[in-house]
């Protein structure tokens, strides 16, 4: 009996003890829980945390203005501020360069920044500005691929630097520094240093016709038609041409040379190191095309796009200018008149036979013949436009215009985009088979283009040694 009372009290007691142990880690369990979301709770810095990313964003992107000299500013830049040199942006996953930078008025009030990233999932970048009167500002930016990129790893892209917010107009950040940094490392020495230019129309500049030329590569080399063109582009009644140089022969580099020093041609350097074809389209020539857009929009009332080896020319008007003018008074009211003019592409090919009737020994007089049938719109068109109504342009049309602005093509009786072609398309077999008429419009300026040509050779051979 008794033993068995004793038992039954030890069973109760370890029952309890059991009862007690659980209850015991139950609430050191919970208390370390508890603890724990406490600790982390409370220290928001702590790297890693998603809060303290979203605190270090706001600081970063809310436009804020930093009073220089204090502890914790920003490292001031290490250079001069450059355009038109592609510079790196440091500390992105992928490769990140910036060329050029413009005020944007008119889609969002920012700094507009050529550049060049990957496609898509571009690194986040911010945008650091330091004002002609020594403000610093550190902005939000939104990295934006230009539309024609051909689906390939790299592509021209947009940075807007983004001014809402910052108590800055578009107008103060004329002439001001410029820095892209990684969002991921927004207190490293910048590496790259932009001028903010300007791109409000001047007045007076409605009637001025300038050209942009996409990047020169493989060594370029064909300056005696090179100069023909210029000559005839010149009479057509172009007084400007922007051309990037990525690669030129030594003649050309005269031939354009001469040209700079007449106030003629702006020759902007163009070594962008992302391997052209195989990681961005051609020479990543959207860049060129848009960065020449907004570097014209300012002193250009008109902006025609074309290549060395194409001239616009009107079948009535003697000059493109004329044309323009003559295409937009036919719309009533003016404010309805399109802000861009797309013209139909005629191939003529160089292999064709020589016009028995060319009056001088010229390119454009001698090759006559072409495809009877010219291409449909914006199969390989090119297009003059007014700069400031336009947003981002492409090989054959423009993309994106301001609200409000549009575009036409100019019918084939009042102009034809001429194509003069080296190769015909499929091996040859095209200059034999497509249906071809003879089109003597470019006689209209042979003459006067002879004596231009010549007056001209005469001028460079002087300096240029051939
Ligand atoms: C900006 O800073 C420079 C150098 O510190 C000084 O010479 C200049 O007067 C300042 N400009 C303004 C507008 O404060
Ligand atoms: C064109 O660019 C090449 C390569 O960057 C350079 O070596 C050459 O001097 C440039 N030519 C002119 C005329 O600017
Ligand atoms: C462009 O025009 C050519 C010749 O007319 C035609 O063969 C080709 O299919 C056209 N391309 C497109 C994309 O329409």
Redesign the pocket.
């Given at each position: 009996m008794r033993w068995r009372a004793r038992a039954a009290t030890s069973r109760a007691k370890e029952r309890a003890n059991i009862s007690f142990f659980i209850f015991v880690m139950f609430f050191a369990v919970f208390g370390v829980i508890v603890l724990t979301e406490l600790l982390l709770l409370e220290r928001p810095n702590a790297p890693g945390s998603t809060r303290s990313r979203y605190n270090e964003e706001l600081q970063n992107w809310e436009g804020k203005t930093e009073t220089g000299g204090e502890g914790g500013s920003p490292p001031p830049p290490a250079h001069a501020p450059l355009d038109a040199v592609w510079q790196p942006v440091a500390g992105t996953r992928f490769r990140f360069y910036v060329y050029s930078a413009y005020v944007e008025r008119r889609t969002v009030a920012a700094v507009r920044v050529i550049a060049a990233t990957k496609t898509r999932g571009a690194d986040a970048v911010i945008c650091r500005l330091w004002l002609p009167d020594n403000r610093t500002l550190t902005l939000k930016a939104r990295v934006k691929p230009i539309r024609e990129n051909w689906n390939l790893k790299y592509s021209a892209t947009y940075v807007l630097c983004l001014l809402r917010g910052s108590g800055v107009k578009p107008q103060e950040t004329v002439g001001a520094s410029l820095s892209v940094l990684a969002s991921s490392s927004p207190n490293r020495p910048p590496t790259n240093l932009l001028t903010v230019l300007d791109t409000e129309p001047k007045s007076g500049i409605e009637e001025t016709l300038h050209v942009c030329v996409k990047p020169f590569h493989f060594s370029y080399a064909r300056d005696e038609w090179l100069l023909e063109w210029f000559e005839l582009n010149r009479l057509l009644g172009v007084s400007h041409f922007y051309m990037y140089n990525e690669s030129l022969s030594t003649p050309v580099a005269c031939l354009l040379d001469h040209y700079r020093k007449q106030g003629l041609v702006t020759l902007l350097p163009w070594k962008l190191p992302i391997v052209s074809k195989v990681e961005i389209r051609t020479e990543g020539q959207f860049a060129a095309f848009n960065d020449c857009l907004y570097r014209s929009m300012s002193v250009a009332g008109w902006l025609l796009v074309i290549d060395v080896d194409e001239v616009v020319m009107p079948r009535r008007e003697r000059t493109l200018s004329a044309l323009l003018t003559a295409l937009r008074a036919a719309y009533n009211p003016p404010s309805k008149a399109p802000s861009a003019f797309l013209f139909r592409n005629a191939f003529f090919y160089l292999r064709w036979e020589d016009d028995a009737e060319a009056p001088a020994p010229l390119v454009t007089a001698r090759k006559t013949r072409r495809w009877a049938?010219p291409?449909?719109l914006k199969?390989?068109s090119k297009y003059a436009l007014r700069p400031r109504d336009a947003v981002e342009l492409g090989n054959h049309f423009v993309w994106e215009l301001a609200p409000g602005a549009s575009s036409v093509g100019v019918p084939t009786d009042r102009a034809l985009l001429h194509h003069y072609r080296i190769a015909c398309e499929y091996g040859g077999v095209q200059c034999l088979t497509v249906p071809s008429t003879v089109d003597r419009t470019s006689h209209r300026w042979s003459d006067e283009l002879l004596q231009r040509v010549n007056a001209e050779k005469e001028k460079y051979s002087r300096t240029c040694h051939i």
């Open positions: 049938a291409h449909a199969n390989r």
